[in-house]
């Protein structure tokens, strides 16, 4: 059973554009919510998290957004360069239990 | 800085020959994982030790064994590998409900 689904599946923006990940969840004991960008050949680097008591985080050009109530949150990145050009994964947990992943979306900033 | 090493990056060995990949970390982190990763696909844990308690995920073939002789290295071990097992297999640390940090990962080929 997936427990946190994560849409699209693959994504294009043009550079300057809004790049937009939703991921949705089940499991209403998840308290952290991470995002994590991962590079060809590479390990996921942490790249932002929420956790629930606020309902959106901003880092540069990164944003999380949270809805508690629908089980929802969005990574949004602003003036998209071809250097975000990455695959995405969202995921979630709460307490002592490990990572849940999303499916990972894979982003390509058009130059 | 370095926080989460693997070696080695790249590892080729036979069908059937056991290799055993390395973790090291310098966060001083309580928590270590192993993940398994395939192409466009999310990391998939394999174990995780909390200090040395070892926790194996229910799906984790018996293949694949794990030794965490102190706080600070991890080894995964793979007694049998099968075509099957070629991936990219990622350490992470962490402590108990707190950031999870990646390593480079180990790229396995299975000849």
């Known amino acids: 059973q997936q427990q946190v689904k994560q849409s699209p599946q693959s994504l294009i923006v043009q550079k300057g554009g809004i790049s937009i990940i939703n991921c949705a969840y089940e499991?209403?004991?998840?308290?952290?919510f991470p995002w994590y960008q991962q590079f060809p050949g590479k390990g996921p680097a942490l790249l932002i998290a929420?956790?629930?008591?606020?309902s959106e985080k901003k880092e540069g050009r990164f944003t999380i957004s949270f809805n508690k109530s629908a089980k929802q949150f969005s990574l949004h990145i602003m003036d998209s360069q071809p250097g975000d050009s990455a695959t995405y994964f969202c995921a979630a947990n709460s307490g002592y239990s490990t990572l849940t992943f999303g499916k990972g979306t894979m982003l390509l900033v058009s130059p | 800085d370095a926080m989460v090493i693997q070696n080695p990056r790249y590892q080729v060995t036979q069908f059937g020959k056991p290799v055993t990949l390395s973790c090291s970390q310098t966060?001083?982190?309580?928590?270590m994982y192993w993940y398994q990763q395939k192409s466009s696909q999310a990391p998939k844990l394999l174990f995780h030790?909390?200090?040395?308690?070892?926790?194996n995920e229910a799906d984790t073939p018996d293949n694949f064994q794990s030794r965490r002789p102190n706080t600070s290295f991890c080894f995964l071990d793979i007694r049998s590998p099968g075509l099957g097992d070629a991936a990219m297999y990622l350490c992470?640390?962490?402590?108990?409900?707190?950031?999870?940090?990646f390593g480079p990962g180990t790229r396995l080929t299975v000849t």
């Open positions: 499991n209403t004991a998840f308290d952290y």
């Open positions: 992470a640390t962490s402590r108990v409900g707190q950031e999870v940090y």
């Open positions: 030790y909390y200090d040395k308690d070892f926790n």
């Open positions: 966060l001083n982190h309580n928590v």
């Open positions: 929420i956790r629930p008591d606020v």
